[in-house]
């Protein structure tokens, strides 16, 4: 079984996030939207786009989307078979959060890392 197939988004919490989003699109161009972060599309070797994204998020320093961790950071990784890699995680002893989400965005679950990292898995509904 694989277990992470890529990166599906990176979010990031900062003190001033408006201010911290205008810097990164300043500076770095990248597209910031209003919800504070872009989806930057895969393209193949000669620039034409496949399926997949990957989200880039800068979020308040005071939101809890991170707890339990306290990080400043987490991770989205894509996965195949969600429900699969959690009874292999659980089994294996990691610290598996109970909730799952299932959405219209997909499937979601969170582990937390021996450093105290909140991290996501997600597996993206059919196509993406």
């Known amino acids: 079984m694989k277990r992470v197939t890529g990166i599906g988004g990176i979010f990031f919490k900062a ?9 990164y699109k300043r500076h770095l161009g990248i597209d910031v939207q209003e919800w ?13 786009p496949v399926a997949g994204t990957t ?9 809890d989307q991170f707890a339990p961790s306290t990080a400043t950071f987490m991770v989205n990784y894509r996965v195949e078979d969600l429900h699969a890699l959690v009874k292999v995680l659980r089994d294996e002893g990691c610290n598996v959060l109970e909730k799952i989400d299932d959405s219209e965005y997909g499937k979601f679950a969170w ?16 196509g993406q």
């Open 15 to 23: 003190k001033d996030a408006p201010a911290l989003q205008a810097w």
């Open 111 to 126: 582990v937390i890392d021996p450093e105290g990292n909140k991290v996501e898995l997600w597996q993206p509904p059919a």
């Open 36 to 48: 504070g972060g872009t989806a930057f599309t895969w393209t193949d070797g000669e620039g034409k």
């Open 55 to 63: 989200v880039w998020s800068i979020g308040s320093a005071q939101g």
